[in-house]
Nanobody, 126 residues
Framework: QIHLAESGGGLVQAGGSLRLSCTAS????????MGWFRQAPGKERDFVSA????????YYADSVKGRFTISRDNYKNTVYLQMNSLRPEDTAVYYC???????????????????WGQGTQVTVSS
């Protein structure tokens, strides 16, 4: 099974930027669609963004459109989430995800996603 490891979280002021990275390991890492979810305290885990394995199609939750950009480097088996114009409501634990079917992520089918990272905390202060 594919293994995911995130990095890049931290504390930032509102309006600032962060870039999250997620590196996949395993024999089929490059054939998976990759994505990001987030979970704020007391709330459910929600879809943020996803990218197909070729890197040609990207998807975003309405709340992050125009501010976040997802990309991937299949040579490095790494997916990135560039987060700009951060807001306090973006504060959450961000989880990297992988699945062979991108719709599993874009449709927020949490229990069906095949692989998750351990999560990285993003805190945006006002």
């Amino acid at each position: 099974q594919i293994h995911l490891a995130e990095s890049g979280g931290g504390l930032v002021q509102a309006g600032g930027s962060l870039r999250l990275s997620c590196t996949a390991s395993g024999p089929t890492g490059s054939s998976y669609a990759m994505g990001w979810f987030r979970q704020a305290p007391g709330k459910e885990r929600d879809f943020v963004s996803a990218i197909n394995w070729r890197g040609t199609n990207t998807y975003y939750a309405d709340s992050v459109k125009g501010r976040f950009t997802i990309s991937r480097d299949n040579y490095k088996n790494t997916v990135y989430l560039q987060m700009n114009s951060l807001r306090p409501e973006d504060t959450a634990v961000y989880y990297c995800a992988a699945d062979l079917a991108i719709a599993t992520m874009t449709e927020n089918r949490i229990s069906a996603v095949v692989s998750w990272g351990q999560g990285t905390q993003v805190t945006v202060s006002s």
